[in-house]
């Protein structure tokens, strides 16, 4: 059974601190057991690192084939869903609610918002807004900025011919630029794998930025000026498609 957890708690709850968006393709594995980091994973991403966020976008029919079965991969990604144990689940609004009797820990529900026009999201009344996206790690990135991250990297986001989006990956590059184009007040946001088709991020080393990121000091010293300043550290949340 999962517990509702309200948005606001978890506003700057990672103030200052590098973050890995953890997608599921080939160059997770370049990811150590214990980064030292804190990770957001998407959907089954508990099949390969055990992150203390995962975020799911899908209703759980989206895990099911034409027929409305879970058959082979699908039921492996689907069983694998039902089996994970993170501390906090981001869900979107109001999916959230149909797998509340399937799963156990926590739950952000995620609201976010279909806006045509470019331009970031800015939440009027302090919700969890995010930007529409055909992807959850670019949305993923979002939240790890309304958690008030300094720098957010992208590892297992390569969409090489294993993924669904394969063949999109020009498409994938623009919503990751939006994103980060939208968070450029609030922080960086990189690319951490070679095999990636995303090219529209800076291409940097992990094992540089996990390095780097263990002493994050002068990346807290960044945020809390840009707090002081006016800034809202994670008040922007994403950019629609």
């Known amino acids: 059974m999962l517990r509702e957890v309200d948005p606001q708690e978890m506003r700057n709850r990672h103030l200052g601190e590098r973050i890995i968006v953890c997608g599921t393709g080939p160059s997770l594995r370049h990811l150590p057991d214990d980064p030292g980091i804190t990770c957001i994973g998407v959907n089954d991403i508990w099949r390969w690192k055990k992150t203390p966020y995962v975020m799911i976008l899908d209703r759980q029919h989206g895990f ?126 990189v690319n951490l794998s070679k095999e990636s088709s995303v090219d529209s991020l800076p291409l940097e080393s992990l094992e540089k930025w996990l390095d780097e990121g263990s002493s994050p000091k002068s990346l807290l010293a960044t945020s809390r000026s840009q707090e002081v300043s006016g800034v809202r550290v994670g008040s922007v949340l994403g950019e629609s498609a």
């Open 64 to 189: 099911f084939n034409m027929s409305g079965c879970v058959t082979g991969d699908q039921s492996e990604k689907y069983l694998a869903v039902l089996a994970s144990r993170p501390e906090y689940w981001i869900i979107r609004h109001p999916t959230w609610g149909e797998w509340q009797p399937k799963l156990k820990g926590k739950v952000v529900p995620l609201h976010y918002a279909h806006v045509r026009q470019k331009g970031a999201v800015r939440p009027a009344d302090g919700t969890t807004v995010v930007g529409s996206s055909m992807m959850t790690p670019t949305m993923a990135a979002g939240f790890a900025f309304y958690m008030g991250a300094a720098e957010v990297g992208i590892l297992g986001v390569d969409l090489r011919d294993h993924h669904a989006f394969n063949k999109r990956g020009k498409e994938a590059s623009d919503h990751f630029a939006r994103v980060a184009q939208a968070h450029k007040s609030i922080g960086r946001l």
